[in-house]
């Protein structure tokens, strides 16, 4: 879907934004494995704090193409700061 | 063999980056250090990866995990995956004010938002120093590289060597060598980390999960190495170096900060990349299958900087021990380069201002050489140290930067006494915190000084009302097109 010419995200928009593309990450990279420690279940042949890891790395993407594509993109605008008078 | 397969790789690897130089038409100083700002989302994908994913990746990751882990693929692992998200969100506004005040170095944008050449001055000395253990640590691993090429020469020749030709990836046409050379280096990196991994799982009997229960054996015998968990010790460690560093790393702290985000043709582009970067993080998972492969049969390495080499040399036939070691050598140099063109820019524009374009162009080469020299003397006169070690002083250094740049984006009231007052207090109390070996109860260094930088910062712009007050970046859109309110009017002035 072309991003609008006109839209622009609102509050509510980047907010949501920036819990999937970013609280969301942190709390399953930085403070899950905190509470995950321990578990010694095997999965594809990897301990499972380091699957849970690498899974991550997928996971974040997810979330981060739901921000671009349903949530920044649809209503992104490149800024023509350039008019602005006071800086 | 190995050494003749490491040759051809790297002279490959220097044409490809030479011949870059040939496309590009019209050298001007915005073409040598910011690629005209015309990339789009692919080559900005592989520049970022290329200058991301380094030697480091091959050498200081397996080096860290041999020695320490799990708590030490937690935090590595965990930095980066978070840094993306992070330069999702921040990266754009790094474009946004580049291409507001015609920056090429984050220098100019402090210098030009905050009307301070001092504040200038203050950010060159403090990426400078970043950039120079960002440099030592390219250039620590350097040796490793060499040394799995089968080459016998001193560490001094090794150094020169590695920066000329780190020279030629980038001083005829700047950016758009780097651009070109990007993929070639991402694509050996990622093929000699799978040769490995795949060759270690070929020769452990019961596959990846033997691997793992081979290594965790050796637990017993060294306390701090657990396959599967995080010591309680390394618990706060772990996650306050997750939160130091994965800010800077993500595109506002770093001595090269900003400067991919300069070379983006738009901030959607910016973003799009972003987005598929923590893919490429999948290559770690074969990066510790080869590690923990070398923790079961080479368990007794003294230097455990050497563990992915070693393992590849114990493991591959030469020919392609030769690859893996040309993918190191060639990661470093590209890694060199591309520091070595961020200072250079620095230099020509932050320490020597307005001069002809002329000049500027050699300016910004003598620069490059300037930081090449000084680097090579750092790393041969510091003592020796594990690499991911280096790679957490280079973000004690680097955090540094985070608390003025939150100001540029997005924080009302700064003033540039202010965001250099916290610079100085924020690197000198991480330096004494480091150099002085004091004890920090595991609270990472980075964020105990940044969060003083970020203190000092707001009560100094309080207190010390001299200067000029910016707007934040966030708030130019909002202003378009109206002229300034008596509250702004104050602000401003």
Redesign the interface.
């Known amino acids: 879907m072309p991003?609008s010419r006109t839209a622009?995200p609102s509050g509510r928009r980047t907010a949501l934004?920036?819990f999937i593309?970013?609280v969301i990450?942190?709390l399953g990279?930085?403070v899950a494995?905190?509470l995950l420690?321990?578990?010694?279940v095997?999965v594809?042949?990897?301990?499972?704090?380091?699957f849970w890891?690498?899974a991550?790395?997928?996971l974040?993407?997810v979330?981060?193409?739901v921000?671009?594509y349903f949530i920044?993109?649809p209503v992104?605008q490149?800024?023509?700061?350039?008019?602005?008078?006071?800086? | 063999m190995q050494t003749t397969v490491f040759i051809g790789i790297v002279a490959l690897a220097v044409a490809v980056a030479v011949v870059g130089a040939l496309l590009v038409r019209r050298l001007t100083v915005g073409q040598l250090l910011v690629g005209n700002r015309s990339f789009g989302t692919w080559t900005l994908f592989f520049i970022s990866a290329g200058e991301f994913y380094t030697i480091g990746t091959l050498v200081a990751f397996p080096s860290g995990v041999y020695a320490k882990g799990f708590s030490y693929a937690m935090w590595f692992l965990g930095y980066i995956v978070l840094s993306w998200p992070v330069a999702y969100f921040l990266a754009p506004y790094w474009n946004r004010v580049g291409r507001r005040y015609d920056a090429m170095t984050q220098a100019d944008v402090f210098g030009r938002h905050f009307r301070s050449r001092t504040l200038e001055i203050v950010i060159f000395v403090v990426t400078f120093l970043a950039a120079l253990f960002s440099a030592q640590y390219s250039f620590a691993g350097l040796s490793y590289a060499i040394a799995g090429a089968g080459i016998d020469i001193s560490p001094t020749l090794t150094l020169i060597i590695a920066s000329l030709l780190a020279l030629l990836c980038v001083v005829f046409g700047g950016m758009r060598q780097q651009a070109t050379l990007a993929p070639l280096k991402d694509t050996l990196m990622l093929v000699a980390i799978f040769v490995v991994a795949v060759a270690a799982i070929l020769a452990a009997t019961g596959g990846v999960g033997d691997i793992f229960d081979a290594a965790s054996a050796h637990a017993v015998r060294r306390p701090a190495f657990v396959a599967e968990s995080i010591p309680p010790s390394a618990l706060l460690f772990t996650l306050t170096t997750i939160i130091a560093q994965m800010v800077p790393a993500g595109g506002t702290g770093s001595q090269t900060a900003g400067t991919h985000a300069f070379t983006a043709k738009s901030e959607s582009a910016l973003k799009k990349q972003y987005v598929w970067f923590p893919l490429y993080m999948l290559m770690y998972p074969f990066l510790i299958i080869a590690t923990y492969f070398a923790v079961d049969k080479l368990p007794d390495l003294k230097d455990p900087n050497s563990a992915f080499i070693v393992t590849a040399i114990r493991i591959l036939p030469p020919w392609l021990v030769g690859l893996v070691a040309g993918a190191a050598f060639v990661s470093a140099i590209f890694v060199l380069a591309f520091g070595g063109l961020s200072l250079g820019g620095l230099i020509s524009r932050n320490v020597v201002p307005h001069l002809p374009e002329r000049q500027q162009r050699f300016w910004v080469r003598t620069g490059i050489v300037l930081f090449f020299c000084l680097s090579i003397l750092l790393t041969l006169y510091s003592s020796p140290a594990l690499l991911v070690t280096i790679l957490n002083l280079l973000y004690y250094v680097g955090v540094q930067l985070v608390p003025g740049t939150m100001a540029i984006f997005f924080l009302r009231g700064i003033r540039a006494v202010g965001v250099s007052a916290g610079l100085a207090v924020g690197t000198v109390l991480a330096l004494v915190l480091y150099y002085g070996d004091i004890d920090t109860f595991g609270v990472n260094i980075g964020l105990i000084s940044g969060v003083l930088n970020f203190a000092v910062m707001l009560v100094v712009s309080r207190c010390v009302r001299r200067g000029h007050v910016p707007l934040p970046a966030t708030a130019w859109r909002r202003t378009r097109r109206t002229r300034p309110s008596p509250a702004l009017a104050e602000e401003t002035g």
């Open positions: 991003p622009r934004s920036v593309g970013l990450p942190f990279v930085a494995p905190f420690n321990g578990i010694s095997k594809l042949g990897f301990p499972f704090l380091y890891i690498f991550w790395f997928v974040t993407t979330c981060l193409a921000c671009w920044d993109g992104h490149e800024p023509e700061f350039e008019e602005t008078e006071e800086w």
